[in-house]
């Protein structure tokens, strides 16, 4: 367990040398749709991005495997999520009985998850690290994967730890911005393990996760 230096985490982990991409599952206008439908939506129960980091994060795919991984997660995670499909190249709200949102979201989900292989995501996580990892679990969670998903899960919560989100020291040094970033991270983590455990250990219905909320 790390008990000292953990203000040295914070730099995303490099990326690996031959930092290969799945060509034609990301697009900016794909982005962009799932950025606008979970602020309007869903950042209420799951307040941990802010649209500008998220834009930021977007710009950086082409050279940073993280923020690769983070955002095909994120849009993986949007387009499992029931009622949303895409559609003319937009993501809309449809009946949840199409399928074709959740088929490409399983695509980007399963290439996030693929290039996460290629470089220590563990060693020195930083807060989108463990933001990826929950998101892997929403995905997962959609598609009823529920061992993979309750696997995620604990990872997202064990990265939450090596970065001390538990320990208030932590939070001496980080401006008021990232600060509550990380408690609502933190906060989340929690009370979605503390639910899924007490709800049958990891077998879990399809509207859990969006009944959470965070203090």
């Known amino acids: 367990m790390m008990q000292e230096g953990k203000s040295s985490f914070g730099s995303p982990p490099a990326s690996p040398p031959c930092y290969l991409r799945a060509s034609g599952l990301l697009s900016q206008e794909l982005i ?39 955002i095909t997660a994120f849009c993986a995670f949007m387009l499992i999520q029931p009622g949303i499909v895409l559609k003319m190249g937009r993501v809309v709200e449809e009946q949840a009985s199409s399928t074709n949102s959740p088929r490409l979201g399983k695509l980007l989900m399963e290439d996030s998850a693929r290039l996460r292989k290629g470089y220590d995501y563990v060693e020195n996580p930083t807060v989108n690290t463990a933001i990826t990892s929950f998101f892997l679990f929403g995905c997962c969670f959609g598609l009823n994967k529920h061992n993979t998903a309750w696997f995620h899960l604990r990872e997202a919560t064990a990265l939450a730890q090596i970065l001390g989100m538990q320990d208030e020291n932590t939070y001496i040094f980080d401006n008021v911005v990232e600060t509550s970033r990380k408690r609502r991270l933190y906060w989340l983590l929690f009370v979605t393990e503390r639910q899924v455990m007490t709800g049958n250990t990891h077998n879990f219905n399809s509207t859990t996760l969006s009944t959470l909320r965070t203090a």
């Open 32 to 70: 962009e749709g799932c950025t606008e439908v979970f602020f309007t939506q869903m950042y209420p129960t799951m307040p941990i991005l802010y649209r500008e980091q998220l834009r930021q994060t977007a710009r950086d795919i082409g050279h940073s495997a993280e923020a690769y991984c983070l």
